[in-house]
């Protein structure tokens, strides 16, 4: 299961900067120690003001467990949207799919 996650920083003050900094390095720490998941692209924004995870986990429980956490842990700095993705590969036989019932 692949998730893409975007993020857009809501504004702080310089002391919320720093905590959101300390939690997100606790988060980060916390993803990189997980054998269940496997950070496939990470993207900021060159003006600072968001940015996009693509993470691939072996499971939907660990997705959607590590998802929660993080969401829950920075909701407070950040607006967090995270969604299931396909790659090409596993997305075409549904395009197809769908192509095929069109009129």
Do not use: H
Not at 38 to 64: C, F, H, N, Q
Not at 77 to 95: G, Q, R, Y
Request: glycine share 6%; hydrophobic share 45%.
């Amino acid at each position: 299961m692949i998730t893409c996650t975007t993020w857009k920083t809501r504004p702080l003050s310089p002391e919320q900067q720093k905590r959101m900094m300390d939690v997100w390095a606790q988060v980060e720490a916390k993803e990189a120690a997980d054998t269940n998941a496997e950070r496939l692209g990470w993207y900021m924004a060159a003006d600072g003001t968001g940015g996009v995870t693509i993470i691939k986990y072996s499971d939907p429980e660990t997705a959607a467990a590590n998802g929660l956490e993080a969401s829950l842990a920075l909701g407070e700095f950040i607006e967090l949207e995270t969604k299931v993705v396909l790659d090409l590969d596993s997305a075409m036989p549904a395009i197809t799919a769908a192509m095929a019932l069109l009129p």
